[in-house]
T-cell receptor, first 114, second 112 residues
C-alpha cells in the first residue's frame, strides 16, 4: 500500500549528540512536513518542503534542520539535542500546497534523550 | 489567525454508548476541516474531512461530523462506541499554504 514510512520508530540519543530521523513516501506527494508532538499536546509544525522549496516556521529552533534529497525522502536533523527535544516526531505528506487534499501521516519516531 | 478549540480534554464513555466530540474553529473564510485519530504510539489517521457541500460528512470507522457555520463548529459523532475507539482525537483546520492548525485534542476512554 502507498504510505508514509518513518524510521526508526524509536530513537534514543545522548544529550548534545546529533541525530537524524528519516521519512519516506510512496504517494509521490510534492509536499512533506515535519511535526513535533510532545506528550498530551497537539502536533506542532516545524517546517515543510514544497518540492525542493524549504519553508521554516518562524518559531522553529535553529537546532532543527531538514533535507529533502528527492521526492520520496525527507530527513530531520537535530544538531545538538537537548532534554526538551524529547518528543514524537511526525512526518506527513500532501499533494499540493493550495489544495483541499488532506495530509497523510506516518506512524512517527519517538525520540528519547539520555 | 485561525484557531481550533476542543473544549473536552478527556471523555469517558461506555462501550456501545454514543460519542460526541466538540470542535470549534475560528477562521475568516470557508474552512477546510478535518478530524484525525491517534492511537497510542501511532501517527495520525484521517477520519473525515469537510470542504464544502453537504454539512453532514461521513468518515471511516462509523464516524460522522456535522459542519455548522452559524456556530463555527464541526462536532464528531459515533452512534455506538467500540473498545478500539479509545484514542486521542484531533480536530484541525487548514489555512493558506496548506498548514494545519490543530486543536488540543480529546482523549477518549472506553469503559467495558
Amino acid at each position: 500500500d502507498a504510505m508514509v514510512i518513518q524510521n526508526p520508530r524509536y530513537q534514543v540519543t545522548q544529550f548534545g549528540k546529533p541525530v537524524t530521523l528519516s521519512c519516506s513516501q510512496t504517494l509521490n506527494h510534492n509536499v512533506m512536513y515535519w511535526y513535533q508532538q510532545k506528550s498530551s499536546q497537539a502536533p506542532k509544525l516545524l517546517f515543510h518542503y514544497y518540492d525542493k522549496d524549504f519553508n521554516n516556521e518562524a518559531d522553529t529552533p535553529d537546532n532543527f534542520q531538514s533535507r529533502r534529497p528527492n521526492t520520496s525522502f525527507c530527513f530531520l536533523d537535530i544538531r545538538s539535542p537537548g532534554l526538551g527535544d524529547a518528543a514524537m516526531y511526525l512526518c506527513a505528506t500532501s499533494n499540493r500546497v493550495d489544495s483541499n487534499q488532506p495530509q497523510h501521516f506516518g506512524d512517527g519516531t519517538r525520540l528519547s534523550i539520555l | 489567525a485561525q484557531s481550533v478549540t476542543q473544549p473536552d480534554i478527556h471523555i469517558t464513555v461506555s462501550e456501545g454508548a454514543s460519542l460526541e466530540l466538540r470542535c470549534n474553529y475560528s477562521y475568516g473564510a470557508t474552512p477546510y476541516l478535518f478530524w484525525y485519530v491517534q492511537s497510542p504510539g501511532q501517527g495520525l489517521q484521517l477520519l473525515l474531512k469537510y470542504f464544502s457541500g453537504d454539512t453532514l460528512v461521513q468518515g471511516i470507522k462509523g464516524f460522522e461530523a456535522e459542519f455548522k457555520r452559524s456556530q463555527s463548529s464541526f462536532n464528531l459523532r459515533k452512534p455506538s462506541v467500540h473498545w478500539s475507539d479509545a484514542a486521542e482525537y484531533f480536530c484541525a483546520v487548514k489555512a493558506a499554504g496548506n498548514k494545519l492548525t490543530f486543536g488540543g485534542g480529546t482523549r477518549v476512554l472506553v469503559k467495558p
